[in-house]
């Protein structure tokens, strides 16, 4: 268990060892384990391990770089090495080429995972679509090392070495305001409908280069996923 102190001793760096793909995607489910959206595309164990697997499928080709276009893992690591935290990032992130891609955005045929997608594809398409920008896919941490700016620390590590780009992300309603306190401007929203009466508002969230601030209180359990 991290002292809520010891943010100071943990270390942000990018993921160069495979063998870590693993615990990482088992830190994604647990810290997602009481999304709303994570529990409708994920019912039942059977689902659960199949995103695990796809997750760590995902992040070995992003280390060995052979996934599409350019990506990076980080990982938050405490002195004794254990891994308690990470955001997977795509760079260079530039929309000018999909003028014409279209996505179904309504429809009773669309799950809601696959309909946040694609409302979350279109947002940015509208919103960044003239401007190169790093875009943060996931942060997830550790739920018995969350609350201790962890969150923050992979946040601002990356944006000191990647200060070149604006920074996009989506966030729910509730972990919106922890960007905010990271300067994060939100942009635009969006809705995702989760059954007859309820729905998940996201927000489409930026900060331009050199603007993250060197200290926040607390850090989410994740934005979420693509």
Known sequence: MI????????EVSRMTDLQHASQLSS????????????????????????????????????????????????????ES?????????????????????????????????????NLSATKRAVLMKYTPFHYLEVIAVDPKCQAKGIGALLVRRFSEECEDMPIYCEASAHVAPFYRKLGFEALDSFSVPLNQERSLEVFCMRIEPKTVPPHARYSPNGTRYQ
Do not use: R
Request: aromatic letters at 6%; a negative charge; one cysteine or more.
């Open 27 to 78: 830190i994604l489910i647990d810290a997602f384990s009481h999304d709303e959206l994570f529990k409708i595309e994920c019912p039942d164990e059977s689902s659960i391990n199949d995103m695990k697997t796809q997750t760590k499928s995902t992040i070995e080709s992003i280390v060995q770089n052979t996934g599409s276009g350019g990506a990076s893992v980080w990982t938050a690591q405490t």
């Open 81 to 117: 090495g254990q891994i308690v935290g990470y955001a997977q990032w795509k760079h260079a992130v530039c929309l000018l080429d999909q003028d014409t891609e279209q996505h179904e955005c309504s429809g009773s045929l669309l799950s809601a995972p696959e309909l946040y997608g």
């Open 3 to 10: 002292s809520k102190s010891l943010t100071a001793g943990i």
